[in-house]
């Protein structure tokens, strides 16, 4: 081998290197998962240091097989002092006689449905959640998805894990038991990439946030300008997670992980999603554009081998299979560890649904960088680097050089004599090809940071 060029002694020597750093990722995860995760909370009120009031944030658009269900854990939840504040953005959607339904079910909770949403950013989580989160009286919010499943501990487990230093502690992705491959496939990648990348990422300080559960400093985000901020982000998560950091403030996982048990389960569906979560990371991250795709277990694989062969003269199809086995087995030691229980599924199964991840994973993330423009239910959307989204054909863009908005009638609380008194607003800016920005309120501090 001494007849090759010193360049590929260098690409072989950096590939070698980051094998190691990836399988070091490997290492922190199963470790940290181990120490981390399904700790019960042991940490009882006092008198003297009751717990702290939390405002849950609901979002909701349409009706699921499991909504009803996921809902009422929500209602049944073993804490002393909480308000749910449930926002539907349509009128007729569905989602509002479920809700009704259950405030009738549950007296003695308090909890409030908003319809109408606002209008503050392109983002429409963000636009749905808006009137709630201004009508949020504790000191703590709590952001949690519709298809989340609590557990009667969860939110304790949250708050005790939110210390005076943190102004953010979130839960790692993971899903509820469910049959058929769908859900075996959901629960293998939440269970490996998803849960190295956030546990290791945890540990070094790295933003990893998603905003699927998330519990947060309702003072820290007003002093970021409130919610409204972020209504230009798609991954607003991501973005506020930065911000709160950039204050000072720390971040951390909860010890349960997030159980998502959406009704509707498929294929086609969940790798959209992650094609989604793709084009948002290459345009918040863009080194994600080399970096991930080296990370994957076959490609990186085929290059340590090469590269061992380079450097090293070993077989470079022993090393091959070698490592693929390797990453087999840690990869169902952790799934082990963040499901803390008896698999759902056979073992062949997790074979299957490994082997489908494993080789579906650097085509699903190729298709992201063909086709950059993200679609969301009936809208799509673009991102500029940095994560400012704009969304195409909508009113707005066609409006570039039009005066603002006058403001629009607030959304209505259900249930509730009186429109509620949040207020809204519109607001615009330039974009490139001369399309504008959804932006608002935040405009003038995202273009100063």
Known sequence: MSHLPLPLYGFAAFFMIFWFGTWMVHVIAICYGRYKLHKKSCKLPTEAQPLPGVSILKPLMGVDPNLQHNLETFFTMDYPLYELLFCVEDKEDPAIQLVERLLTKYPKVDAKLFVGGSDVGVNPKINNIHPGYMAAKYDFVMISDSGIKMKDDTLLDMVQNMSEKHALVHQMPFTSDRDGFAATFEKVFFGTVQSRIYLSADVLGINCHTGMSCLLRKAVIDQ???????????????????????????????????LQNSGLCDIGSFQARLIRWAKLRVAMVPTTILLEPLSECMILGALAAWSASVLFSWDPLVFYLVHVLCWFL????????????????????????????????????????????????????????????????????????????????????????????TTTGTGSGSGSSGETLICTGAKQRLLAS
């Open 224 to 258: 970021l300008g409130g919610l409204r901020a972020f209504g230009c982000y798609l991954a607003e998560d991501f973005f506020i997670a930065r911000d709160i950091t950039r204050l000072g403030w720390k971040m951390r996982i909860s010890s349960q992980p997030a």
């Open 330 to 421: 840690s990869d169902w030691l952790l799934l082990s560890i963040v499901q803390h229980g008896s698999m759902p599924f056979h073992k062949f199964e997790f074979v299957i649904g490994w082997l489908f991840r494993e080789l579906t994973g650097p085509y699903l993330f190729l298709h992201a960088l063909w086709n950059p423009a993200i679609r969301w239910r009936t809208r799509t959307y673009k991102l500029h680097w940095g994560g400012v989204a704009y969304e195409l054909n909508s009113p707005a863009c066609d409006a570039a050089n039009a005066p603002l908005a006058p403001q629009q009638p607030a959304p209505t609380l259900a249930g509730a004599p009186e429109v509620a008194t």
